[in-house]
């Protein structure tokens, strides 16, 4: 797979992962936390998308 494929990967799972972390700890999948839990879990799949799409694990 290519770098870009690894990133947009890496975006929707951290993204989908931290937007919904929250809720294992009672807040609502709508709140604030959700909404910085995805932008956080978003930026951490990018930073690992790329890492794994620049080694050779990605290809």
């Known amino acids: 797979m ?3 494929t690894m990133v947009w990967i890496g975006l929707f ?3 989908t992962i931290g937007g919904y972390l929250p809720a294992f700890f009672g807040a609502s999948v709508f709140s ?4 910085l839990g995805s932008t956080l879990g978003g930026a951490l799949g990018i930073w690992a998308g790329y890492r794994f799409g620049v080694s050779n694990f990605g290809e």
């Open 2 to 4: 290519t770098t870009k």
């Open 13 to 15: 799972i951290g993204s």
């Open 32 to 35: 604030g936390w959700s909404i």
